[in-house]
């Protein structure tokens, strides 16, 4: 059930809030990239601290903006090379969610550990 949430707060920051300039810009510099994170990261900890301690919300959150940023880096300027190209641009994507999804669930799984440190 919790995992479940964690996913849909990752719906709503990375496409319901995500405006067409975030979209279409965010390959192209760090300022859009950045307020895509910045947005994504406060749907994420919103659900956060209602779904774990303060701590833990806080870790999982950090980690998860961290790695959304560095996906999107990468991932939006190979997407951006193929908008034209459906064939292509889907699937990768595609691959952008799965990595997304991954990286949420692992983060998730060993949360025990990370707030460890």
Do not use: C
């Not at 059930?1 to 067409?20: K, N, P, R």
């Not at 965010?26 to 947005?39: C, Y």
């Not at 903006?65 to 595609?94: A, C, M, V, W």
Request: charged residues 10%.
């Amino acid at each position: 059930m919790v995992f479940s949430l964690i996913l849909i707060a990752h719906w709503i920051g990375d496409f319901a809030l995500q405006s067409s300039k975030m979209a279409l810009r965010k390959s192209e510099g760090i300022k859009w990239l950045s307020i895509h994170v910045t947005v994504y990261m406060i749907v994420l900890g919103i659900f956060s601290v209602f779904l774990f301690s303060l701590k833990t919300a806080i870790v999982y959150v950090l980690i998860n903006t961290f790695l959304h940023g560095l996906t999107d880096f990468f991932t939006s300027k190979l997407t951006s090379s193929y908008r034209e190209n459906p064939r292509i641009f889907f699937p990768l994507l595609g691959l952008d969610q799965m990595i997304h999804g991954i990286t949420l669930y692992l983060t998730y799984i060993n949360l025990k550990v990370l707030v460890m440190f």
